[in-house]
């Protein structure tokens, strides 16, 4: 599978691989976390959520992991298809506030 | 049925223009937001609704001035549009104003020229 040490803007995979997406957030004080999907002429489409009194979530394909020492959310999407070729985003919130994004990341998935 | 739905889809406009931008909600949802998102696919948030009320309101130019008639609806109105407001807009909701995912809607993609 491919992974990502820092977030960087673009992540090309082949098909059938483990893509892994990081993201760093800014706020030590954020409570929840939500990684986005943007496909080409939409609007951002939810795909997980974890909350900070957690450190892993799994969904259907896919993972969320957060470490709140080093203040860092990771997407991991299992077996990847050109359907999830898209960009994403993680997005932090706290009470009072609304979604603060992160830098999208680009997947590009060949067949 | 769109959970939310915003109108225009796309918008060209002379600088100078005035124009809204409406977004209907039927998720019976008590938050609304608007987003802007430029040309790097950078997200910002402009403004938050509660209820009707305003309760978040980023750094915008008073040019921007968001209305919610009732809990369902949030329009954005730019007044003397300028080539920097060229950006994808998008509205959003969610049942309570934070700790909670956000509905977005498919954006405008407006174009002051």
């Known amino acids: 599978g491919e992974s990502v040490g820092l977030h960087l803007p673009t992540l090309s995979v082949q098909e059938g691989d483990n893509s892994i997406i990081n993201c760093a957030y800014s706020?030590?004080?954020?409570?929840?976390f939500i990684w986005y999907k943007q496909e080409s002429g939409k609007g951002p489409q939810f795909i997980i959520d974890?909350?900070?009194?957690?450190d892993k979530r799994q969904g259907q394909r896919v993972t969320v992991l957060l470490n709140k020492t080093v203040k860092h959310l990771s997407l991991q999407i299992a077996a990847t298809q050109p359907g999830d070729s898209a960009v994403y985003f993680c997005a932090e919130n706290q009470a009072g506030t609304a979604l603060i994004f992160g830098k999208g990341t680009t997947l590009s998935v060949s067949s | 049925d769109t959970a939310v739905s915003q109108t225009p889809k796309y918008l060209v406009t002379q600088m100078g223009n005035d124009k809204s931008i409406k977004c209907e909600q039927n998720l019976g949802h008590d938050t609304m937001y608007w987003y802007k998102q430029d040309s790097k696919k950078f997200l910002k948030i402009m403004f938050s609704?509660?209820?009707?009320?305003?309760?978040i309101n980023e750094t915008v130019p008073n040019r921007f001035s968001p209305k919610s008639p009732d809990k369902a609806h949030l329009n954005l109105h730019i007044n003397s549009l300028e080539l920097g407001d060229s950006a994808v807009y998008f509205c959003?909701?969610?049942?309570?104003?934070?700790?909670?995912?956000?509905?977005f809607g498919q954006g405008t993609r407006l174009t002051v020229v």
């Open positions: 959003a909701s969610s049942q309570a104003p934070s700790l909670t995912e956000a509905f």
């Open positions: 706020n030590s004080a954020s409570d929840y």
């Open positions: 609704y509660n209820n009707k009320e305003l309760i």
């Open positions: 974890i909350r900070s009194n957690m």
